[in-house]
């Protein structure tokens, strides 16, 4: 067998070499010792520290922690970059449903909140701007249906709901809620327009009727206007009416007093200008007609005084027409049809209805005051309150003779 140390051939049997003493082993072959043992300087642990040197130094012992590490990092940022488009997303909706809110848009603005609270349930500002814009949102449906019910007349209701409404705006004072509050202000000029209209067809005086557009000249708005409009119209027209039977005494100084006194509260009125040139002229006539008609007593037959006088005046074109309000306007036309210029014209209009009863009759005058012979004249008036078509006929004419 060899020596697994120096290699040297010794005799079977030997228990150490011959050469250099070292004890031989007996269970393997010489071969097996010399290849499976180390020999020279190699250290007898070489072998394994050179293959724990190889696994320490593999570079997949820090390429693998590396990848883990890049793509937590990754998953991270991922994840950072969708929270924050998330949160942009969201406050974008949020700034829209804030601008549609103070528009006036409460259920675009709701929308837009349910959308950001999909994403952010739990953003305080979120539920608090909800719930501030649900109640606004309430508030506005309750003035719609008090708008609904003012148009069909239901003021008392109206009223109520107004009432009510006003007393939750008076503890919220954000500026989501100034488009309601506009409109609940429109509400009240409304119901206090309505109110004052549905007392105006009881009033059947100048002072009444003053007083009530001394309250609606406080309020603003369409509907005020219009009101406004029907009482000083109604105002202008009982003082026309005042007027003419003032004129109808010769009373032509309280008949002017009359007319000024309505166009102080009706100053653009066009028929009540018009009158007042009207009764000037017809006190100047009237005043010129006593002077003549005395002249002409002492100068004219009699026989064709008596002509003049009774068979003069030729009325036509007779008409009246129910207005919107309920007032009836009767004009028509006067011919003088005598041998002299007849003056101060004045008619006496009946009213009946249609089935013939008797509803009033008002007294009307000529225009221009004096007709010349065959000379056409015109006359216009109102009977207020009729609210049904009539049938009117001239019952009496009386005028002076020039």
């Known amino acids: 067998m060899y020596c697994h140390i120096c290699g040297t051939k010794n005799s079977s049997g030997e228990d150490r070499c011959q050469k250099c003493g070292t004890r031989l082993k007996q269970d393997s072959s010489t071969e097996e010792q010399i290849w499976s043992e180390p020999s020279g300087l190699e250290p007898r642990n070489a072998s394994a520290t050179g293959t ?53 848009k409460y259920s675009e603005a709701l929308e837009l909140l349910d959308k950001a609270l999909a994403q952010r ?19 506005r449906k309750q003035m719609d249906e008090a708008a609904s ?57 100048v002072e009444a009727l003053a007083d009530k557009l001394k309250t609606i000249s406080k309020l603003n708005g369409k509907e005020a206007e219009v009101v406004k409009k029907q009482i000083t119209d109604k105002l202008a027209g009982i003082s026309y009416k005042q007027a003419e039977q003032q004129v109808k005494k010769r009373d032509f100084t309280a008949a002017l007093q009359t007319v000024d006194n309505g166009l102080s509260y009706a100053p653009e009125d066009q028929k009540l200008t018009k009158y007042r040139d009207e009764v000037l002229r017809e006190k100047k006539a009237f005043e010129q007609a006593e002077e003549e008609r005395i002249r002409l007593a002492e100068q004219q037959a009699a026989e064709e005084e008596l002509r003049n006088r009774t068979g003069a005046v030729y009325v036509t074109d007779l008409s009246a027409k129910l207005d919107e309000y309920g007032d009836l306007y009767i004009s028509g036309s006067v011919f003088n049809q005598g041998t002299r210029p007849i003056s101060s014209v004045a008619l006496i209009v009946s009213i009946n209805a249609s089935n013939g009863d008797y509803i009033g009759e008002t007294d009307v005058y000529v225009y221009p005051a004096i007709l010349d012979v065959g000379e056409e004249g015109y006359f216009e008036t109102y009977y207020y309150g009729v609210y049904e078509a009539a049938n009117v006929t001239v019952t009496n004419a009386s005028w002076y003779v020039e």
Do not use: C
């Open 149 to 205: 019910l003012l148009k069909t007349g239901k003021l008392s209701e109206a009223d109520k709901m107004i009432q009510t409404a006003a007393k939750t705006l008076n503890e919220r004072q954000e500026p989501v809620f100034d488009k309601v509050r506009s409109a609940l202000n429109n509400r009240k000029v409304t119901l206090a327009v309505l109110k004052v209209k549905k007392e105006i067809d009881q009033l059947t005086t």
């Open 121 to 139: 349930p739990n953003v305080g500002a979120l539920v608090l701007d909800r719930r501030i814009t649900e109640q606004a949102n309430n508030l």
């Open 52 to 104: 724990a040197s190889k696994r320490k130094s593999s570079p997949f012992l820090w390429i693998i922690p590396l990848l883990l590490a890049a793509i937590m990092g990754s998953l991270l940022t991922y994840y950072y970059n969708q929270e924050n488009l998330i949160n942009a997303h969201v406050k974008t909706l949020h700034v829209e449903a804030e601008k549609a809110a103070l528009d006036g």
